[in-house]
């Protein structure tokens, strides 16, 4: 049962990782729509009870804003009051240089994709004077094996800059920067950060960073190691 303070979530790559980490903290008090690249089969078990899914491929930029908006009028929203758009990938460039194929593929994934399904929700999210959160990283400030990581995930500090004066007063616009987390990220990328895993924030304290930092709107907010010992999984905003 949705509580009367409830709102309507949209998390894309809620499938897995910190995405899906957030949405079962989430999925008790509100609405909960997610997306990702597997099928509806694929993820069938592993989403939290009652959260709606929408197959949204981020590897075609366009098309995955037009899936989102459509899955969110399939699932019976006429508006958004947030929209959390983590998806994301790395691929670790082989001998520090980047294939022209894998700077494409993540700034299409990572950067592009967002972009437009930013500019495609802000309609629904306007309708409810809505958050737009936008999830980077800490390697935005640069970061090496990962430089076209890097360069997608300092885009979006600069487009959400950019569009949180833009739409000032109708939509509020944030960037989150997770520290490394463990969760298959680094694996599927064909990096092994090797002992360095074990200092790696768990995905679920990670989740709580975002949550109340999503309902305080602040932005940047960087969730990372000095966020977490100054009990910033445990304290903060609720939302
Ligand atoms: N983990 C970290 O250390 C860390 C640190 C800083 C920032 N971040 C950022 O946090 C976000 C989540 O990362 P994570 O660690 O949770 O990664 P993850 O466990 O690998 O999960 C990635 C999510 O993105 C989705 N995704 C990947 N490619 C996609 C595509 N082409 N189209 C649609 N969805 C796609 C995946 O869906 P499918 O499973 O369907 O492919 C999955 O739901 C990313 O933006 C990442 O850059 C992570």
Redesign the pocket.
């Known amino acids: 049962m949705i509580g009367a303070r409830s709102r309507r979530i949209l998390i894309?790559?809620?499938?897995?990782?910190?995405?899906?980490?957030l949405a079962k903290k989430l999925a008790r008090r509100h609405s909960l729509l997610?997306?990702?690249?597997?099928s509806q089969n694929?993820?069938a078990g592993t989403l939290p009870p009652g959260a709606g899914y929408v197959?949204?491929?981020?590897?075609d930029p366009e098309k995955?804003a037009l899936a989102l908006v459509r899955g969110i009028r399939d699932f019976g929203w006429d508006g958004l009051d947030n929209a959390v758009l983590?998806?994301?990938?790395?691929i670790a460039a082989v001998d520090g240089v980047d294939s022209a194929e894998a700077i494409r593929?993540t700034l299409?994934?990572?950067l592009l994709?967002a972009i437009l399904q930013a500019r495609a929700l802000f309609p629904l999210l306007k309708k409810s004077s809505g958050t737009l959160t936008l999830?980077?990283?800490?390697?935005h400030k640069g970061s090496a094996t990962i430089p076209a990581?890097a360069a997608?995930?300092a885009g979006l500090h600069g487009f959400a800059r950019a569009l949180r004066s833009e739409w000032k007063g109708q939509v509020a616009v944030q960037v989150l920067?997770?520290?490394?987390?463990?969760?298959?990220?680094?694996e599927?990328a064909g990096y092994d950060p090797g002992r360095m895993r074990a200092l790696?924030?768990a995905?679920d304290d990670?989740a709580a960073m975002m949550a109340s930092a999503i309902a305080s709107r602040r932005s940047p907010a960087t969730l990372s190691w000095v966020r977490y010992l100054n009990g910033g999984a445990f304290t903060g905003r609720r939302l």
Do not use: C, M, W
């Open positions: 894309t790559g809620g499938n897995a990782g910190l995405g899906l980490a997610l997306s990702g690249r597997k694929e993820v197959v949204a491929d981020q590897s995955s983590n998806a994301g990938i790395g593929q299409d994934v990572n994709a999830i980077g990283s800490v390697a990581y997608s995930k920067h997770p520290g490394p987390a463990k969760t298959d990220i680094h599927k790696f924030l995905p990670i």
